[in-house]
């Protein structure tokens, strides 16, 4: 099976459509797909999301962190959602044919990349963290950049980056980079309307998991008044292992108990399939909700099936070379482990 590492880098920046041009160009610059660009002006954030080869999932973050630390100023940056770096988070997701170990050595590389060539220090979390688990708010949550930047070098419960570079917690116009791996995850936002801040606010805390709401789910309520929206903007970690429509029927209930209207539904980068059936399977009623027959699951063996035959094909045609040139030779079998790095086995599936 062919390994795709997926990334989702948060960039502080929102408002500059050509800053965020020569990102895409300097992350896809590096051979992997950039399939998913999403900017907010009252955020002032970007989301970008990447697929490819581990190695080059890597170095398109770092090229990506070098043009957001060249470009982005902090003490000049003023959205509406937290943060404390220019290249903010860097969540690792291992799609296929890796595991969250290898994801957690791939995150810790990178982090080690950033303080060593970018000079930006990193604190790690989630499945990177040491122990695993950390959540970005233990660190967001001590005043987001400016509040790292001014703590005193010994301010109790503030903490220190994992990979520090240089004295101070963070860079002084770049901040710093949160870094992790993690399972997929779904980052939607809800636009409401009929609710003032403080009953959105109310909303957001009694579905936050930590203050006894929803498992795995991580809210805030915003307000965007470059757009005249509010929003409930949220993560729901572990998505594959959790029902999002379930969660989506909460908030729904939630708002409209208070008085308040769904207005819409914005998705963040890649829309998981568990999503899209839950809600199709209830609004349509379906008598087999079974996500095997999906156009996305289907394909994804499919591609699977021909990259092993084709990788079993090239292994034959190296084998049969009486004298094979070194280069040549090796290339055959580089591409067969590249399309199925499971070597052949005499054993039954």
């Given amino acids: 099976m062919i390994p795709v590492l997926e990334a989702v880098p948060n960039v502080s920046s929102g408002r500059d459509p050509r800053l965020l041009e020569r990102m895409v160009e300097a992350a896809a610059g590096t051979g992997v797909d950039v399939v998913d660009v999403t900017s907010d002006p009252d955020h002032d954030r970007s989301v970008l999301t990447i697929l490819g080869g581990p190695e080059a999932v890597v170095e398109a973050c770092l090229r990506l962190g070098e043009e957001a630390a060249r470009s982005i100023d902090l003490g000049k940056q003023d959205g509406v959602h ?49 122990p695993p688990g950390r959540g970005l708010a233990e660190i967001r949550g001590h005043g987001g950049f400016e509040g790292l930047r001014d703590a005193p070098d010994a301010a109790r419960g503030v903490p220190l980056p994992d990979f520090p570079a240089g004295s101070g917690r963070v860079h002084p116009t770049a901040g710093a980079t949160c870094v992790g791996a993690r399972p997929l995850l779904l980052a939607w936002n809800v636009d409401v309307s009929g609710l003032e801040m403080t009953t959105l606010r109310s909303v957001a805390r009694r579905l936050r998991e930590r203050d006894g709401g929803l498992e795995g789910l991580r809210t805030l309520a915003l307000e965007l008044p ?39 539904t914005e998705i963040i980068g890649l ?23 999906m156009v996305s699951s289907r394909l994804a063996e499919h591609v699977s099936r021909r990259c092993r035959h084709l990788a079993s094909k090239l292994r034959d045609m190296a084998s049969r070379c009486e004298a094979p040139l070194d280069e040549p030779y090796h290339r055959l079998l580089d591409l067969a482990d590249e399309l199925d790095p499971s070597p052949p086995s005499d054993e039954p599936e």
């Fill in 271 to 293: 829309r998981p399939d568990e999503l899209l059936l839950a809600a199709g399977a209830e609004r349509l009623s379906l008598l087999d909700p079974d996500p095997s027959p």
């Fill in 82 to 130: 937290p943060r404390v770096g220019a290249l903010d988070v860097v969540p690792f997701v291992p799609l296929q044919g890796l595991s969250m170990a290898r994801a957690v050595v791939l995150s810790r590389d990178f982090a080690l990349r950033m303080v060593e060539e970018l000079g930006i220090p990193v604190f790690l979390y989630a499945e990177s963290s040491v």
């Fill in 226 to 264: 470059r757009q005249g929206r509010r929003q409930i903007s949220m993560n729901l970690e572990d998505v594959r292992n959790r029902d999002p429509f379930a969660a989506f029927r909460a908030i729904e209930e939630m708002v409209e108990e208070k008085g308040g209207r769904i207005e819409g």
